[in-house]
């Protein structure tokens, strides 16, 4: 709904619908203006307009973000993270025991290691298609049937006997896993106001260093005791207490309101429809691609690559990897506060830059107490701007196919990132040491060019 703004203090405004009320505060150098809807009584929203606004000033009154973060807000940031650590903890937890899988149903490598590969799939093919049910049926309701379909395989994967059901059970349980990320962005972005929607996302990519710090901590201690088929028995806790927050939550003003003009085109269609909008697509996957590439190829391979060429044994240890996730929490939290206050670009391309100087840095580092302290360091800015990826991409991208964009084009970044620890080793082992350095320095600078020729800055932006 929107209104005219008169061009002066004495005129009366073009209330548009009867059933609308406008009042005009007394205060001198603005007008303020409460809107009350008669078919939703129970919302208001101010709008204060300056002095200097023109007769062809449109004020969007519509009330349907909100203007301050309320309990729905907050339960959605705690669903939603808990969501993103299920997913972290059981692909780590999921490494951790492949070993005792492996010896107890009598596995070759190769199957092994399918059953990450396995996952993985499932992953982006339930990020793809629960991302379109979510933005056409409602983002609590979509959220819950992946909790749900994880949690219920998970289980199953405790009790297979053989490889073929194991595998069949984790490629479903990836269905679900796979939905989590790009719904839960969706829906803490509608459900927390524009000025802290960096926050908001940001808290939710802390969930992924929560759970891979308790399958840290929780494995070695578990896996002794209850065995692998207890571990899996363990990843559905957190699948459980995101279902019962959940279950409170309804569906943001923002989805409600836009889902009555809901668009005919696929979601899929809307991430491609002209020109611009393929633009930011392709943006978005270069930056997600780099993303998750200099993840695994820096934070996996650059470690153990280290410990196996000089004998660096602490890039290997629990400490080593407890320092990393905690500087990657910092990291993390401190990209949303600098994202909300100066803008999305800058916030982006100074931990681009950052990530760049600090491969090459710790590259050189011999000393255990310096590769320690850069580890943290690193992680800081390497992983730092994952919550950054959920505020961004719904900020570009329409309500019609905002889940859909989450997770179609972080996942294409992720099967790309996949890669990174195999071709930074091909190309160490090939042209030297130097040049795979050189190689992940020079893609985080074009992913800095990406980000300023592809990307428009949405800081403080109304959700479309």
């Not at 505060?25 to 939703?40: H, K, L, Q």
């Not at 796979?178 to 839960?184: D, K, L, N, S, T």
Request: glycine letters at 12%.
């Amino acid at each position: 709904m929107t209104f005219r703004v008169p061009e002066k203090p004495g005129e009366s405004p073009n209330s548009g619908p009867a059933d609308t009320t406008l009042k005009a505060s007394p205060e001198p150098g603005a007008r303020t203006f409460s809107v009350v809807n008669s078919d939703e009584p129970h919302r208001r929203k101010d709008c204060t307009v300056t002095e200097q606004a023109t007769a062809t000033s449109i004020v969007d009154m519509s009330g349907t973000e909100p203007a301050s973060v309320g309990k729905d807000g907050w339960k959605a940031v705690i669903g939603s993270a808990l969501g993103y650590a299920m997913d972290g903890f059981d692909l780590l937890i999921l490494g951790f025991i492949l070993r005792a899988i492996s010896a107890d149903l009598h596995l070759s490598p190769a199957q092994g290691a399918s059953l990450v590969t396995v996952t993985l799939i499932g992953a982006v093919v339930g990020g793809i298609g629960f991302g379109m049910l979510s933005d056409r049926l409602g983002r609590v309701r979509v959220m819950t049937w992946t909790i749900l379909l994880f949690a219920v395989f998970t289980g199953l994967c405790g009790v297979a006997q053989g490889y073929y059901d194991l595998m069949a059970y984790r490629f479903i349980a990836g269905l679900g896993l796979g939905g989590e990320f790009g719904i839960g962005m969706a829906l803490v972005a509608e459900a927390w106001p524009a000025d802290k929607r960096a926050r908001a996302s940001c808290y939710v990519g802390l969930g992924w260093q929560l759970g891979v710090l308790a399958a840290a901590i929780a494995t070695p201690i578990l896996l002794p005791v209850i065995s692998w088929r207890g571990m899996f028995f363990v990843g559905i806790l957190p699948a459980v207490v995101a279902y019962a927050i959940r279950y409170s939550l309804h569906e943001p003003d923002v989805f409600v309101a836009k889902s009555k003009e809901r668009a005919k085109e696929s979601s899929l269609w809307l991430l491609v429809k002209d020109g611009q909008t393929a633009k930011l697509s392709l943006g978005m996957v270069v930056l997600c691609s780099v993303q998750n590439f200099g993840y695994y190829g820096v934070m996996i391979w650059l470690p153990n690559y280290l410990a196996s060429r000089f004998g660096f044994a602490l890039t290997q240890s629990a400490v080593w990897t407890a320092v990393t996730i905690v500087g990657m929490a910092i990291g993390i939290f401190a990209f949303g506060e600098i994202a909300d206050r100066i803008g999305r670009r800058p916030a982006f391309c100074a931990y681009m830059l950052g990530s760049a100087v600090m491969v090459v840095v710790y590259s050189r580092l011999t000393d255990p107490y310096s590769l320690l302290v850069g580890g943290a360091v690193m992680g800081f800015f390497v992983n730092g701007m994952i919550g950054g990826y959920g505020a961004l991409m719904s900020e570009l991208f329409p309500t019609a196919a905002r889940a859909t964009a989450q997770n179609v084009l972080f996942n294409i970044g992720r099967a790309v990132g996949g890669f990174g620890p195999l071709v930074v080793g091909i190309v160490a082992a090939t042209h030297g040491f130097e040049v795979a350095i050189a190689m992940l320095a020079a893609l985080y600078m074009l992913d800095i060019l990406a980000m300023w020729l592809l990307i428009p800055e949405r800081r403080g932006a109304q959700l479309t």
